[in-house]
């Protein structure tokens, strides 16, 4: 499928462009899925066509939460972090942790 093609085919969901962001977004494979009304393997292959990479946002979403956890912790420090935050994933909070204390 050519970009050309999968725009006549997909303007209505935004075409390469939505696709793309999404993509820069970390959007998952089924908010993707869902936007374009498709199946989520035909997404992984869309992602191999056009951007040449298997697609898997959970490392870059998980990398982007613990740093905003590691500035939480440097400007408030880890108990007070912990406290406007109950509910945090606590191996990210152990990974942020250890990234601060670099």
């Known amino acids: 499928m050519t970009i050309k093609r999968f725009n006549e085919k997909y303007k209505d969901s935004g075409g390469i462009k939505q696709l793309s962001d999404m993509r820069d977004n970390f959007n998952t494979l089924k908010q993707i899925s869902e936007q374009f009304k498709v199946s989520k393997e ?10 040449e990479e298997k697609y898997d946002p959970r490392y870059e979403r998980r990398k982007n939460k613990i740093n905003a956890i590691r500035k939480l ?30």
Do not use: C, D
């Open 73 to 102: 912790i440097e400007n408030h420090g880890i108990e007070k972090t912990q406290a406007l935050y109950p509910g945090i994933n606590k191996s990210y909070l152990q990974a942020a942790i250890n990234e601060s204390s670099k």
């Open 42 to 51: 035909r997404v992984r292959q869309w992602m191999v066509i056009f951007f």
